[in-house]
Each structure stands twice: as structure tokens, then as C-alpha cells.
């Protein structure tokens, strides 16, 4: 029994299809530009919580489990799926995603919000801190990505 395989089919099964990579960055900037709502929503709500309820009636409990995990996902799925692609809305998406969650995270003790998350939960706090960096620096990286 003789089994033979054609190099030509495994050589087009390897590459990607230009609509295959169409659909992969549209998906890829869709999943960027929701994690940057729902970011956005997250910061906005727990700025305007003072010991109560923000504007979506979330406390920085729910709005953290609600919008900002998701957001951190999203932001991940969106550089998988738009792995060595270039997209600039992935990649600014991915730059501002880090830089508002790092910088939000540090300055919010300072403001007297969100001190469950910084005083009880220390090292989920200091774990959000790194992972906005580390989306800064994806971005960056997608940034000097060369194609």
C-alpha cells in the first residue's frame, strides 16, 4: 500500500486565502473596537461611582466582572485572530486599550475609587497594571510589525 500526497494541496492548504485574511482582519479590528467600548464604558462607570452606583448603575465590583474581564479578552482575541496582519485599528485599539488600563488602575486609589480591587484583591490590581502594559506593548509590536 503506497500512500502519496500531492505537495501542491498541503502547499495551498498552508497558505491562507485572501478572503480568509480579509475576514480575519475585520474580525480582528470588530473584537478591537468592542474591547475598546467596553473599556471605555468600565472607566467611565467606575470614575463616576463615588461609594455607590456609576452612570450604568454597576458598582466597581460588577462593572469590573462585566465590562473590564471582557475587555481584556477581547483585547487578546483580537490580536489572535489578527496575528501577522497588519491592521492599525487592532494595533491603535490594542496601544490605547493598554495605555487607559494601566494608567486608570494606577491613578484610581490615588482618587479614593475602586480601593476593593487595590487593598483586598493586591495582586488581581497589580496583575491589571501588567496586563495594560503588556497590551501597550503588543501593540507597539504590531506597530513595528513588518508585512
Known amino acids: 500500500m ?44 467606575i470614575f463616576t ?12 465590583r460588577q462593572s469590573g466582572i462585566f465590562l473590564g474581564l471582557p475587555s481584556v479578552f477581547l483585547f487578546f482575541a483580537s490580536f489572535a485572530f489578527g ?24 491613578i484610581e486609589p490615588t482618587l479614593g475609587l475602586n480601593l476593593y480591587l487595590a487593598i483586598a484583591v493586591t495582586q488581581v490590581y497589580i496583575s491589571l497594571i501588567a496586563i495594560g502594559f503588556i497590551l501597550l506593548g503588543l501593540g507597539i509590536w504590531r506597530l513595528k510589525m513588518k508585512q
Open 49 to 60: 461611582t463615588h461609594g455607590g452606583n456609576g452612570f450604568l448603575n454597576l458598582t466597581d
Open 2 to 45: 503506497v500512500i502519496r500526497t500531492n505537495q501542491i494541496d498541503l502547499f495551498m492548504m498552508s497558505e491562507p486565502s485572501k478572503p480568509n485574511l480579509k475576514r480575519r482582519r475585520r474580525i480582528s479590528e470588530a473584537l478591537a473596537i468592542t474591547a475598546i467600548i467596553l473599556l471605555s464604558l468600565d472607566t467611565l462607570n
Open 83 to 106: 496575528f501577522r496582519l497588519k491592521t492599525r485599528i487592532t494595533s491603535a485599539s490594542l496601544i490605547a486599550g493598554g495605555a487607559i488600563l494601566a494608567i486608570t488602575k494606577i
